[in-house]
Every structure is written in structure tokens, then in C-alpha cells.
């Protein structure tokens, strides 16, 4: 499966943004689809995760601000962000799981990988 990010951007604090990954090559409805982040020199790092049923997954981080969605007509997944802070700056990857009708919050659990896209929260 091919996967392509895209919606990062520059926002002020506070703000909002919304990524989209969307898939080719293979429907992804009943795998999961997740999201993690890298910040410059840090490793990267779980942020989303939606599994086949709809169970969604958030980094403490994340929760309360962040909310991942799918949609299977498009295959394609969302990341809503809201209240975005300076810490949330990062490029922002898009993966899909290995295994249909798990769950995964860890990276091991994703085989495929979007290109990724830059976020950068001004203070």
C-alpha cells in the first residue's frame, strides 16, 4: 500500500490543523492506521491509531486535542488537531498495520509508511 500525508502547515499556538493520509494500492479498512510524529533529534513517537472497528488510540500527549478518524469510502485517514502547541511540531507520518483486524499503538505493528508532513506550531 502506498500512503500519501498531506495538510501540515504552519499555525500559531492554539491553533488547528487537519492531516489526511490517503491510501493506494490496497483497501485499508480492515487494517489499522496510525500516526506518529518526529521531532528534530528525537526519536519518533506514537501520536494516533484507529483500528478496523473504529477503536481509536491517543498518545497522553495528544488527548483531549487530537481525534483520528477514517473514512473506508476513501481510503483514507484523518488527524484532526486542535490546540496546538509549540511540542507538537514535527513531520507527521501516516502508517498502515501489518496485520487486519488488530489493533497497534507501536511501530512494529505498521509496515507501510506515508512520506510525511511538516507541522510547525509557532509560540
Known amino acids: 500500500v502506498q500512503l500519501q500525508a498531506s495538510g501540515g502547515g504552519l499555525v500559531q499556538t492554539g491553533g488547528s490543523l487537519k492531516l489526511s493520509c490517503a491510501a493506494s494500492g490496497r483497501t485499508i479498512s480492515s487494517y489499522p492506521m496510525g500516526w506518529f510524529r518526529q521531532a528534530p533529534g528525537k526519536e519518533r513517537e506514537f501520536v494516533s491509531s484507529?483500528?478496523?472497528?473504529?477503536?481509536?488510540y491517543y498518545a497522553d500527549s495528544v488527548k483531549g486535542r487530537f481525534t483520528i478518524s477514517r473514512d473506508n469510502a476513501k481510503n483514507t485517514v484523518y488527524l484532526q488537531m486542535n490546540n496546538l502547541k509549540p511540542e507538537d511540531t514535527a513531520v507527521y507520518y501516516c502508517?498502515?498495520?501489518?496485520?487486519?483486524?488488530?489493533?497497534?499503538?507501536?511501530?512494529?505493528?505498521?509496515?507501510?509508511w506515508g512520506q510525511g508532513t511538516q507541522v510547525t506550531v509557532s509560540s
Open positions: 502508517a498502515a498495520g501489518v496485520i487486519p483486524y488488530r489493533s497497534g499503538t507501536n511501530a512494529s505493528a505498521f509496515a507501510s
Open positions: 484507529i483500528n478496523w472497528g473504529g477503536g481509536t
